[in-house]
């Protein structure tokens, strides 16, 4: 519980490189190549973990506990999904982390469970998800977030979303056995695809590969699955 461990693969070793309270850890996030930032069950901090330094500082946020964490390291961004339903966006910097707005993304009082940002037609975009049942897209081009699509769902919450550049999907997973796939800009879902697995939670692109890996949360069973 609170530990936090790297792993050489060419010395195939497992090293602990830090533990830091009694609690989940929920999210971690590289911010550069020394450090990374990292949230735990029950803290309303975050933690920032330097490998130069080898300790960990906190960065001071007292809200509530962040559950998502999602870096942009094109434009210097750290985001944080709350489980208050807050997005906070922070400036990073070569040596720490300006708290620059807090976006109410989803029902306050419901988790922001997710985030993801890719460019699309020469546009920003950072697309939350949350235990609210819905899938929000958020416009960042001018360097301010304007909320640009909403999408209810019926009766679901949105566990985790992954960008598909080659075919403009949006892929997402929901503690069931599906995943979702949604057509972007417009939003309606095209497909879903139904598994073996019944609570899959973490998901990410296989872009060389047109696929996405979905894994189940109780098992750990990784399921392939292809948009063709």
């Known amino acids: ?18 533990k830091q309270g009694n ?27 330097s490998f ?15 559950w998502y964490l999602h870096n942009i390291p094109k434009d210097n961004l750290l985001l944080a999904g709350l489980a208050n339903g807050l997005m906070v966006v922070y400036q990073v910097t070569p040596t720490e982390l300006i708290q620059l707005e807090s976006i109410q993304a989803h029902k306050q009082g419901k988790y922001c469970t997710t985030i ?3 460019e699309h037609e020469n ?7 949350g235990n609210d049942q819905h899938i929000v897209v958020w416009d960042r081009t001018s360097g301010a977030f304007t909320e640009k699509l909403r999408i209810k769902l019926d009766k679901i919450d ?30 309606d879902c095209i497909k879903t695809v139904h598994t073996p697995c019944n609570t899959l939670r973490n998901i990410i692109s296989l872009p060389n590969y047109n696929m996405v890996a979905a894994a ?3 098992t750990g069973q990784v399921q392939l699955i292809s948009l063709t």
């Open 23 to 49: 609690t989940y850890i929920l999210s971690i996030s590289f911010i550069d190549e020394d450090r990374f930032v990292f949230s735990l069950s029950g803290s309303p901090d975050l933690y920032q973990y």
């Open 158 to 187: 949105v566990s985790t979303i992954v960008y598909l550049e080659a075919f403009n999907v949006l892929a997402t997973t929901h503690h069931k056995d599906f995943v979702k796939f949604w057509r972007f800009p417009e939003g």
């Open 52 to 66: 130069s330094k080898q300790k960990v500082e906190i960065v001071e946020m007292k809200l509530t506990e962040a």
């Open 116 to 118: 993801t940002s890719f």
């Open 123 to 129: 546009r920003k975009y950072v697309v939350t998800g």
């Open 1 to 18: 519980m609170g530990h936090i461990y790297t792993f050489d693969p060419i010395q195939d070793e497992v090293k602990l490189i830090t």
């Open 216 to 218: 189940d949360l109780k």
